[in-house]
């Protein structure tokens, strides 16, 4: 009886092999490696799977269970792809940190499941849905956007990894909302999350939340809780022009930052961009002929400025340009009696040095500085509300928490 179970267990396990090659041979090697992967990662957690050898039998399905009893969820044996991939990267990460795999762990993994990889990862958006039962969050680095979604607390029902220039448009509208999108797409199912930000009332109000769509049709809606939304969308300009990729307006894509090697060659050397073009060195692109081309290059050379300030780390001088309330950042009086240095990392310092600053307005938010780290604009009248010859910072993303008086 034995021999014959063992004989049945063979005869399946080359049966799903041969399910495997199916696909393809470069198909069936990753999925075996996928499933490998995942066996590897049961037994570390403290379940049981047996030898790592991609093929799922029995104790495989009784240590999916264990792990499913261990975190809250129906025992079914089965895990989906997702579910899968999450286990492993939770495998992974504690391989690296040197840690003891256990049930324990894994859950205080999924703790942070929703939360971006590591430093280099920027959060552009997160929120929490349906009375804080669900979670959302989107990460990005350079040119990578990851996107999660499902249960809090719990292995997410969705994870997706995709190109950001295929995910991202920046919004260059107008009007009374500041609307900005991510679009994740699997095959035929595409994931929008969205913030939008009212500004014509006294407090702006942001609301936010995801569209699932499929075949160009909503299919369904979830609206985040308010008091939940961490919106930061636009960084995901600064992390492609990071990259040397910029947004053309003319043809509506990403493509290759036409003038970074002209820059890069001032922010490298000896002569820095602000003095360049105060010595004519250095020529902005600015329009020439234009009914508004005064204005674009007194912009530019105002951004040129502040980034000079930057690049001397003069706190006290770039809060002199601070002539209004700061819609983000720190203020005139958290700064006072402070260094530079405990607002702003070198790498936030060096990457607002890497972009050359823009001519135009960016829809009515102002004018910006390397993806929006710095806004600014002119200052208006307050009798007339009409804008002056002067110029202002507006806001300030600065990176490193506001250190208490």
């Keep these: 009886m034995g021999k014959a179970f063992s004989r049945m267990s063979n005869w399946i396990k080359i049966l799903i092999c041969f399910y495997l090659m199916s696909t393809s041979p470069a198909v ?37 269970s264990a792990l499913q009893s261990c975190i809250g969820v129906a025992q079914t044996g089965d895990l989906a792809q997702e579910a899968q991939s999450f286990v492993t990267e939770a ?63 719990q292995i997410p029902n969705v994870r997706l990894q995709s190109m950001l220039t295929q995910t991202y448009i920046p919004w260059m509208g107008l009007g009374r909302y500041v609307n900005d999108d991510l679009k994740i797409t699997n095959d035929d199912m595409t994931y929008r999350v969205y913030s939008s930000l009212d500004r014509s009332i006294q407090e702006p109000s942001l609301t936010g939340g995801v569209d699932i769509i499929r075949s160009d049709k909503i299919i369904a809606v979830r609206q985040c809780e308010k008091d939940s939304i961490i919106s930061n969308i636009s960084e ?81 001088s770039l809060y002199d340009n601070v002539r209004t309330k700061l819609i983000n950042g720190p203020s005139k009086e958290q700064i006072s009696n402070r260094d530079f240095d405990q607002f702003f990392s070198d790498k936030w310092g060096k990457t607002v040095l890497s972009i050359e600053p823009g001519c135009t307005k960016v829809g009515t938010k102002g004018y910006m500085i390397s993806g929006g780290l710095i806004w600014f604009d002119r200052l208006p009248n307050e009798a007339t509300n009409q804008l002056t010859d002067a110029w202002t910072i507006i806001s300030i993303n600065n990176d490193i928490t506001t250190p208490k008086q």
Excluded at 100 to 109: D, E, K, Q, T, W
Excluded at 238 to 266: H, P, Y
């Design 28 to 64: 069936a090697a990753e999925n075996l490696q996928a499933r490998a992967a995942l066996q590897r990662a049961l037994t570390y957690f403290g379940f049981p799977a047996g030898k790592p050898d991609g093929i799922f039998g029995l104790k495989t399905e009784n240590a999916i």
């Design 91 to 153: 495998y992974q990460v504690a391989q690296a940190q040197k840690l003891n795999g256990s049930c324990a762990l894994l859950r205080s993994h999924l703790e942070t499941g929703y939360q971006c990889p590591s430093a280099n990862w920027k959060e552009l958006f997160s929120c929490k849905m349906n009375d804080n039962k669900e979670s959302v969050s989107v990460c990005a680095t350079i040119d990578q956007v990851r996107y999660t979604f499902g249960k809090t607390g």
């Design 236 to 316: 995901a300009s600064n992390l492609l022009e990071i990259a040397g990729v910029c947004w053309d307006k003319e043809i509506g894509k990403w493509t290759r930052c036409s003038k970074m090697r002209v820059w890069q060659r001032f922010v490298e050397g000896p002569v820095f961009p602000y003095e360049a073009y105060q010595l004519g060195e250095f020529i902005s692109g600015c329009t020439k002929d234009g009914k508004n081309s005064k204005i674009e290059e007194q912009a530019y050379e105002f951004g040129l400025y502040l980034q000079e300030l930057i690049r001397t780390k003069d706190l006290a």
